[in-house]
């Protein structure tokens, strides 16, 4: 099984021969978590070159508004004050633009709000 075929079924993703949505499990399991905690698929998502990451550094924008849309982007809201805060903290302290959005967005994959969103 391919990776993404495997990671995909993995988050109750039905065979592709069916269509029917009720095939589809929803359960939250342990696989999942490390998953998104540790996957080379999201890490090769997260680094890919012609990923979102790359058209919003490619923006102009300054990081808050880099953190804005990856919220937007990711949970359907603004960060919060202190979200915001934090983010800004961790892109400066980053080697590299890139690196800090990368990890920004990373965590916010990891965030119970995202997993946990049905």
């Known amino acids: 099984m ?3 075929e495997k990671f995909l079924a993995m988050f109750g993703k039905p065979a592709r021969l069916l269509a029917c949505e009720c095939e589809r499990s929803s ?3 342990l696989g999942q978590t490390f998953q998104l905690i ?5 890490n090769a998502l997260l680094t890919n070159k012609e990923n979102r990451l790359t058209g919003l550094l490619a923006s102009g924008k300054s990081n808050a508004d880099l953190v ?4 937007w982007t990711a949970l359907s809201r603004p960060p919060t004050p202190r979200e915001s805060s934090e983010a ?3 892109m ?3 080697p590299d633009r890139r690196t800090g ?3 920004v967005a990373w965590a916010l ?3 119970k709000e995202f997993v946990l969103r049905r």
């Open 68 to 71: 804005t849309e990856l919220y």
């Open 101 to 103: 959005l990368e990890d």
């Open 88 to 90: 800004l903290k961790l």
């Open 92 to 94: 400066e302290s980053s």
């Open 27 to 29: 359960e939250t399991t």
């Open 2 to 4: 391919a990776g993404s």
């Open 109 to 111: 994959l990891n965030a």
């Open 38 to 42: 540790s996957s080379p698929e999201i």
